[in-house]
Structure formats: C-alpha cells, structure tokens
DNA sequence: TGCGGGGGCTAACTAATGTTAATGTGAGGC
DNA sequence: GCCTCACATTAACATTAGTTAGCCCCCGCA
C-alpha cells in the first residue's frame, strides 16, 4: 500500500500524463527517504556534481539561484509543494544553479539512480517527468521576458500573478489571502530590481487599489487590473485543469 | 546506409548521450523531410498548437521570442546548425513563444509522432534527447541573470562570449572572425537594452580592445579581458568536450 | 523589560539606461 | 550608377532605477 507521501508524487505526475497502475507501483518501489532542511539550507550548489537524489517539495518553499561574480544574486525559480526540485539536473553531471531553502522545508528524497532506471523504462513516467520538466523551463522562458523586457512595477507585479495561481493550485491560499514569505530584497533577485524600488512598486500597486498588503500577507484586490498590469497570462504555465479566473 | 543530414543528427545526439547501432537505425528510420525557411518566417507561433513535427537546424539561424502587450520583444534563445528547435515543445501541447527563421534556414522536420514513439522506445535516444532540452533549459536560466543581474556592457558582452563558444562548436567561425547576424535592435531585444545602448555598449567594448568590429563581423581581441568584463563561465552550456580556451 | 538585529520604509541624490531625433553609410534594386 | 531603405551612429535630453543613509518597528532573546 502506497504511503500518503509518494501518493503526492502520483498525483502531481498523474497531473501531466496518465500513469498506468504499473507505473504507480514502480514509482513506489523506489527507494526513498523524508528529510527536513532548515530554513536557508543549501541542497543543490552551482558547479558541484549533481546530488544521487532527486527530490520533491513535500512542505515550504526553496529557491534556483545563481551568483554574479560582481556579488549580485538572481533567483531563477520558485519551488512549492508539489513540485520537484531537481528535474533540471537529473540527466546533468553537474549543477549549474544553487537550490536554497527559503522557509523550514520538507522532502521527499528519491534514489536518482532508481529513479532513472524506472524513467527508462516506463514510457508513461518519462513524459509525465519529461512534461513537468519542460514547463519548468517554460516558466524560465517567462522570465527572461518578466526581467528582460518589462518595467519594475509589472515585473513585481508579474510575480505576484504567478505565486497566486501557482499558490492557488497548491492550496496555498486562504481566503484570497496568501503570504509571500520573501522579504522586499529577495522579491528585487527575483525580477532584478534593488530593494528600495521593490518598495516603491508595492506601495504603488497597493496606493493603485491593485493588492492589499498586511507585513508578507498578500490579497489581490483586483485581479483585473493587476493582471492588466503585470501583462500576465497563464498560457506559460500549462495548466491543463484550467484555474479558476 | 543513412544520408548525412541525419547523421549530423546523430552526431549531436550521440555528443549528448551514447548511442547503440539500434539507436541509430531507429533514428534513421523516422520519416522526415529537409526544409529552407525565408529570412524571418515564422516556424512556430505563440498559443498555437505544437506542431506535427520537430525541427533540426542544418544551417541558418533561428530564434526563439515572446512580446509584451506594451509591444517590446523579448528573445529568449538563439539557434544554430546542429540544434534542435522544437525540443522544448516536444511534450507540451501549445507552443508558448515564438521561433522564428533569423536568417535563411535549413532544417531537417521529423515526424513528431514518430519521433516521440522512437523515444519512448529508446532509453539512450530519451536521454540524448532530454539532456539536450535540459541544456537549453540551463542556457534559459543563465539568460536569467544575464538580464536581470549584470549592467549593459556586461549582457551585451555575455552574448558575444556565448555566441563565440557556441559558433566555434558548431564550426561557424574562421580565423577568430565570426559574423553575428543580428541588428543592434535584436542584440538589445535579447539582452534587455535599446539598440542605442547596445550602440554604446559595443562601441565601448571596441574602444577598450577587448573586441574589434567590421560591420557585423566581430573578433574578439582579447578572450580574457572579455570574458571578465562578461562574468561569463561556459559551464552553463555543459559542454562535455571542453572547447579550446 | 530592555536590547539587538533584520527587515521595512522613506528621502535625497546619482548613475544607468531609455527616448527622440537627426545624420551617416553600405547593399541591393532598377 | 543612382535611389532607396534599413541599419548604424551620435547627441541632447528624459526617465527609471540604483545608491546611500537614516529611522522605525517588530520580534526574538537575555
């Protein structure tokens, strides 16, 4: 009988391409072990050899991040429940970002080598990974572009759209309320904006009537317009099931 | 015996992960047709639907973009002979930004059906292949902070640092002289400036001697100093056979 | 309860980059 | 061989975003 916590893998691999009972059972057969990292613990470090795990997010958020030799840093992704963290490197010898824990966070932590081997021979695994693999790098896309080509305030705003709906799918919301636990300097590595203009641009979105804010806690006040705003659109995120609007 | 447009296939493939003859032959018997696209057609568009076929460029450059609704451009890849086009569609049922034909473009089309049936058949076709995507998925994240960590000169010469690494692997540059086909308004579409500061940034870079420039032809005076000025490490680009320094 | 520190907030000033616009220049078409 | 057009170049000016610095507030801890 499966355990509750490789059922969340199920699911989430389930949610990008139907699994045969075969291939649920193969992923329960990997071996597999539950770990707690501390808030701010590294997993992953740019330019060492790729971890023998690979592990998905159970509980907490973690970061992507890579260094400028100029000391500044920029966030590259955004790990919730549900998600895996080490798609990216999985067939790669060696880590080309570092993974950070942001909150206390919880893992399930699988063999990589077994891992491997059921991919290989499970088609139905491989492109449920495969999938989820590819709209990761989708949403990378999304952010050149959010950093790339926009000004500060939709950039911040184009990352409050995405946590909400991301959030939102992973029952992260209550209420129309989500907390947002970076701090304004962490949001700026994100959308390569400095703190102080991280500042500016939330308090102009909230004097706008776009968010309301209450210290980290976050409600959209109009979705509408700070989606206008921000010039988001989910297609990126390839959701099949449809958000709610 | 197979022709040598899909050897050159196989031989990317094969410099990602080992082939067996079984591989081969099974690569060798996907339907496919060769293709010349116009300077500046489009190959796939954005919300589309992916297409029935996956694209290997032989010759010519191609590249992959998204717009705002504000109307700036955002490129978020670059492709060249020896690269495939659509690995990041592959699995994913609508395209979700653009590729569009630079200059005159050759490309091998596979059938994306047989192509995909091939993989799912094949574990050392499936990781040739996945490693591939996931090598533009890193080059996708190092864009990331290209554009959203590093000053103007930097981003401009970052680009040219990954062009050159990029064109000497694929055979494209002839003495130290290798022609970047894009306009100074393109360069800034992907890294983020306006043609006027790539303008600036260029002209610094030639007045510092760290590149010479004749029209669109580049040099690069001195690797080191450029490479500095770039913060830029190839280790992003998971080159298993290290390129000549 | 007092302290210490991190993060939020703000202001004043600076620097980087964008904007607009005018001019130059080379390549291809007729 | 000239025209035309797209692109490159440059300058002057505008704006955005970065820098520095100080204060405040909340929270954890002694």
Chains 1, 2 share one sequence.
Not at 14 to 19: G, K, Q, W
Not at 166 to 184: H, K, M, N, S, Y
């Amino acid at each position: 009988m499966p355990d509750e916590q490789v059922m969340s893998v199920v699911r989430r691999l389930s949610s990008r391409h139907p699994l045969t009972h075969g291939d649920v059972d193969a992923l329960c057969d990997i071996p597999y072990v539950t770990r707690t990292h501390d808030a701010s613990a590294y997993l992953v470090r740019e330019g060492e050899p790729s971890r023998d795990v690979c592990s998905f997010v159970l509980s907490g958020l973690a970061l992507g991040q890579k260094s400028t030799s100029a000391g500044a840093r920029q966030i590259i992704s955004i790990h919730m429940a549900g998600d895996f963290l080490d798609t990216q490197h999985l067939f790669l010898e060696r880590a080309d970002h570092n993974v950070q824990a942001l909150t206390r966070l919880e893992t399930i932590d699988f063999s990589r080598r077994a891992l491997k081997r059921v991919l290989l021979e499970r088609p139905g695994i491989v492109q449920a990974m495969w999938i989820d693999a590819l709209i990761d790098a989708s949403i990378c896309r999304e952010w050149i572009v959010n950093v790339g080509a926009r000004r500060g305030i939709s950039r911040v705003a184009h990352l409050l759209c995405e946590l909400a709906v991301r959030f939102e799918r992973a029952g992260l919301i209550r209420d129309g309320v989500f907390e947002v636990p970076l701090t304004q300097e962490q949001i700026g590595d994100a959308v390569g904006l400095t703190p102080v203009h991280v500042n500016r641009s939330l308090k102009l979105l909230a004097a706008e009537g776009l968010i309301q804010r209450d210290r980290r806690k976050v409600s959209l006040s109009s979705w509408t317009r700070l989606r206008e705003v921000a010039d988001f659109s989910a297609l990126y995120l390839h959701e099949t099931t449809a958000p709610a609007e």
